[in-house]
């Protein structure tokens, strides 16, 4: 389970495990800038950068990338999320060369040629109108935008329309330039790989990386807040949050066991109370994302317009009780799930080179699994009970549904029942 690491003159981070009984390798590039990086006016443009990768160098046309990487079987595919964009192939052993010399090509080479530009825009700006008529999305959206308001980390990852429609060539020239610095970026890979080869091939190709050091971004302050959309829907699409944990805290695996044991499976506390023995929705789970320097916990709920009045007493007793009565089989069935979700994704290497790489960018260090297993035995029954009063108590208690939901109870309500404070301070 040793990862290989090695940091080059550039300040790039070539971070490998080689998994040697496998035929196949992923790899790919991760990049310290996601949408919270983002200026306003620049709103949505990490995912279109990432779009546009693919869309073109000085040297391959944009169906040259796809024809070479797809002669040799192999897969090219992207992502942005709020703190990080990754660039990652899928190829076989021989061809980790191909998939380093694409992948460099694309980040360092990109044309940005404006008639593929106008293109892509209109690809997004659909992309954009399916997630509006999509209630299920729509709904997270409003919930990070009402938890983070005002602020980069609260904005939508696509844009909108008039953004993403007025940025040009050198605009995407001018992020990568200010983002895309050896110290921001890992390579990582996973599977059949060789840590010195590779190390060679990124040196070769990835030596016009500018190697400063960036500036943190904006901090993010959770304010809490209550989105909500009236639409004749079947279903309603219910969120409540708050505050939660960074991925650097001393309780990132205690709230990720909470969140687990309330709404992690089938015999969760929700899922079981609301569902199995009301019968009050058709979904309900619980969930926590971690960023930088704060996190979202987060409870989610479909269900029809006529359940609503009662599902929410439901959903919020089991939040108090989860500060009293967590019992120790709760805790292992929720130590269980975690270990074997992380054990298991050790046998992917795209999941495996992608958890190196965010180690990497966010704590400098590839963190053993047998130290993660180990922090995740160590949380206590005690812990979590008092880890879910301070959570549940200790932030203003963020709202967002979407639907027929006249009968959703206000968050000023939920905040009172719950002894929340209102307001952020």
Same mark, same amino acid.
């Given at each position: 389970? /040793?990862?290989?690491?090695?940091?080059?003159?550039?300040?790039?981070?070539?971070?490998? $495990?080689?998994?040697?009984?496998?035929?196949?390798?992923?790899?790919?590039?991760?990049?310290?800038?996601?949408?919270?990086?983002?200026?306003?006016?620049? $709103?949505?443009?990490?995912?279109?950068?990432? $779009?546009?990768a693919f869309k073109g160098t000085h040297k391959r046309s944009a169906t040259d990338i796809a024809e070479?990487?797809?002669?040799?079987?192999?897969?090219?595919?992207?992502? /942005?999320?709020?703190?990080?964009?990754?660039?990652?192939?899928?190829?076989?052993?021989?061809?980790?060369?191909?998939?380093?010399?694409?992948?460099?090509?694309? !980040?360092?080479?990109?044309?940005?040629?404006?008639?593929?530009? %106008?293109?892509?825009? $209109?690809?997004?700006?659909?992309?954009?109108?399916?997630?509006?008529?999509?209630?299920?999305?729509?709904?997270?959206?409003?919930?990070?935008?009402?938890?983070?308001?005002?602020?980069?980390?609260?904005?939508?990852?696509?844009?909108?329309?008039?953004?993403?429609?007025?940025?040009?060539?050198?605009?995407?020239?001018?992020?990568?330039?200010?983002?895309?610095?050896?110290?921001?970026?890992?390579?990582?890979?996973?599977?059949?790989?060789?840590?010195?080869?590779?190390? %060679?091939?990124a040196e070769d190709r990835f030596s016009s990386l500018p190697s400063a050091e960036l500036t943190d971004?904006?901090?993010?302050?959770?304010?809490?807040?209550?989105?909500?959309?009236?639409?004749?829907?079947?279903?309603?699409?219910? !969120?409540?949050?708050?505050?939660?944990?960074?991925?650097?805290?001393?309780?990132?695996?205690?709230?990720?066991?909470?969140?687990?044991?309330?709404?992690?499976?089938?015999?969760?506390?929700?899922?079981?109370?609301?569902?199995? %023995?009301?019968?009050?929705?058709?979904?309900?789970?619980?969930?926590?994302?971690?960023?930088?320097? /704060?996190?979202?916990?987060?409870?989610?709920?479909?269900?029809?317009?006529?359940?609503?009045?009662?599902?929410?007493?439901?959903?919020?007793?089991?939040?108090?009780?989860?500060?009293?009565?967590?019992?120790?089989?709760?805790?292992?069935?929720?130590?269980?799930?975690?270990?074997?979700?992380?054990?298991?994704?050790?046998?992917?290497?795209?999941?495996?080179?992608?958890?190196?790489?965010?180690?990497?960018?966010?704590?400098?260090?590839?963190?053993?699994?047998?130290?993660?297993?180990?922090?995740?035995?160590?949380?206590?029954?005690?812990?979590?009970?008092?880890?879910?009063?301070?959570?549940?108590?200790?932030?203003?208690?963020?709202?967002?549904?979407?639907?027929?939901?006249? %009968?959703?109870?206000?968050?000023?309500?939920?905040?009172?029942?719950?002894?929340?404070?209102?307001?952020?301070?």
């Open positions: 389970m /040793t990862v290989q690491v090695t940091k080059l003159k550039s300040g790039l981070t070539v971070a490998t $495990h080689d998994m040697n009984h496998l035929e196949s390798a992923a790899l790919g590039v991760w990049v310290g800038a996601g949408s919270r990086r983002e200026e306003t006016s620049e $709103h949505g443009i990490s995912h279109l950068l990432e $779009h546009m070479e990487i797809e002669a040799v079987g192999g897969e090219l595919n992207a992502a /942005t999320s709020v703190e990080t964009t990754s660039y990652y192939a899928r190829i076989l052993k021989p061809d980790a060369e191909l998939a380093v010399d694409i992948l460099s090509d694309i !980040l360092c080479n990109s044309a940005f040629d404006a008639d593929e530009l %106008k293109r892509e825009q $209109h690809v997004i700006v659909q992309e954009i109108g399916a997630s509006l008529d999509t209630p299920e999305d729509r709904v997270f959206d409003f919930f990070v935008e009402g938890a983070y308001p005002d602020q980069p980390i609260g904005r939508t990852i696509l844009g909108t329309e008039e953004t993403v429609r007025r940025t040009r060539s050198h605009d995407l020239s001018t992020y990568l330039d200010r983002h895309y610095h050896g110290p921001n970026m890992v390579l990582a890979a996973a599977g059949a790989i060789d840590h010195d080869a590779l190390v %060679k091939l971004g904006i901090a993010a302050h959770y304010r809490g807040g209550d989105m909500r959309e009236t639409r004749d829907l079947m279903e309603a699409q219910i !969120l409540l949050g708050f505050e939660g944990m960074p991925y650097k805290s001393d309780d990132f695996h205690a709230v990720q066991i909470l969140a687990s044991l309330l709404g992690g499976g089938m015999s969760s506390r929700l899922f079981q109370e609301v569902r199995e %023995k009301r019968g009050l929705c058709y979904s309900v789970y619980a969930f926590h994302w971690s960023f930088a320097d /704060t996190g979202l916990f987060g409870i989610h709920a479909a269900t029809g317009g006529d359940d609503i009045e009662d599902l929410m007493p439901v959903m919020l007793g089991e939040l108090e009780r989860a500060s009293l009565d967590i019992t120790e089989a709760e805790l292992g069935r929720a130590r269980a799930q975690m270990r074997a979700s992380l054990l298991m994704s050790l046998e992917s290497p795209a999941a495996r080179a992608g958890q190196v790489a965010r180690q990497m960018l966010l704590f400098g260090r590839p963190i053993p699994v047998e130290e993660i297993v180990a922090r995740i035995d160590d949380v206590s029954v005690a812990r979590v009970r008092d880890l879910a009063q301070r959570i549940f108590t200790g932030s203003p208690p963020t709202v967002a549904a979407i639907g027929p939901i006249e %009968k959703l109870i206000g968050r000023d309500e939920i905040a009172t029942r719950l002894g929340s404070p209102i307001v952020a301070a």
